[in-house]
């Protein structure tokens, strides 16, 4: 994820670190809008997964 996310919202500054299989992902700038228990960590797997790829378009 080198590239701007879209509809970056300036109130947010969020950064956060997720762990697959020794792999480490992080994203930084969460958006507002973005469920907030994803916000606030992200302990699923499937539903990190999900996020990320959801981003990554």
Known sequence: ???RLP?????IGT???ISFKGTH?????IQTSLNP???MGV?????A???MSALKN
């Open 37 to 39: 228990s994803f916000r």
């Open 25 to 29: 992902l992080v994203t930084a700038t």
């Open 49 to 51: 997964m999900s996020i």
């Open 1 to 3: 994820m080198t590239g």
């Open 7 to 11: 509809l970056i919202n300036k109130n």
């Open 15 to 17: 950064q956060m670190t």
């Open 43 to 47: 302990k699923d797997k499937e539903q």
